[in-house]
């Protein structure tokens, strides 16, 4: 597999998983409402539990469906489930970290924090998955190169389709 497609097809489930939430329309916010000791919420409303697990059931199905698809990248179902979880997993998680900071940095909700809204999701997923399959050094680079226009794009589409209220 050419090495670009392949570091496309690898970071897949993260990229479905951290787009996928807004999709979901949760109710109950992950931190409950509640602030932190700065007296701001934590995460704010916008981060919900119905969006979390729904972000991760849609990336870990992405990893199944590669799998049929190309049954020699993961090699058992069992492998792209486990890689298929840390990335979705990681990649939620780095939007929750990246949600949490910029709460502190007093940025409203839903407006962008460049740099930190395409990468934190993205480089978390990939901290997580790296005991379970590593990609080269010139594919992490060309993931973080492209995902802030696949970042893009994928917000376009929302906020086209009226998943989102703005475009970023």
Same mark, same amino acid.
């Given at each position: 597999?050419?090495?670009? %497609?392949? /570091?496309?097809?690898? $970071?897949?489930?993260?990229?479905? /998983?951290?787009?996928? !939430? @807004?999709?979901?329309?949760?109710?109950? !916010?992950?931190?409950?409402?509640?602030?932190?000791?700065?007296?701001?919420?934590?995460?704010?409303?916008?981060?919900?539990?119905?969006?979390?697990?729904?972000?991760?059931?849609?990336? @870990?199905?992405?990893? %199944?469906?590669?799998?049929?698809?190309? !049954?020699?990248?993961?090699?058992?179902?069992?492998?792209?489930?486990?890689?298929?979880? /840390?990335?979705?997993?990681?990649?939620?998680?780095?939007?929750?970290?990246?949600?949490?900071?910029?709460?502190?940095?007093?940025?409203?909700?839903?407006?962008?924090?460049?740099?930190?809204?395409?990468?934190?999701?993205?480089?978390?997923?990939? $901290?997580?998955?790296?005991?379970?399959?590593? $990609?080269?050094?010139?594919?992490?680079?060309?993931?973080?190169?492209?995902?802030?226009?696949?970042?893009? %794009?994928?917000?376009?589409?929302?906020?086209?389709?009226?998943?989102?209220? @703005?475009?970023?």
């Amino acid at each position: 597999m050419n090495p670009w %497609l392949e /570091a496309l097809w690898y $970071i897949l489930p993260a990229y479905f /998983a951290n787009s996928s !939430p @807004v999709v979901f329309k949760g109710r109950t !916010p992950i931190d409950f409402g509640k602030n932190f000791i700065d007296n701001k919420r934590i995460l704010g409303d916008g981060k919900t539990w119905r969006g979390f697990f729904g972000g991760l059931t849609v990336g @870990v199905l992405i990893s %199944l469906i590669q799998y049929h698809l190309i !049954p020699s990248y993961y090699g058992s179902p069992y492998f792209a489930l486990k890689l298929g979880f /840390a990335l979705s997993f990681g990649a939620l998680l780095g939007d929750l970290i990246g949600s949490f900071i910029k709460r502190r940095a007093n940025f409203p909700r839903g407006y962008p924090a460049i740099g930190l809204d395409q990468w934190g999701f993205l480089i978390v997923a990939m $901290i997580l998955a790296y005991p379970i399959k590593t $990609i080269e050094t010139k594919q992490v680079l060309f993931l973080l190169v492209v995902t802030p226009f696949v970042h893009w %794009l994928a917000n376009v589409f929302a906020y086209k389709v009226g998943w989102k209220s @703005v475009p970023w």
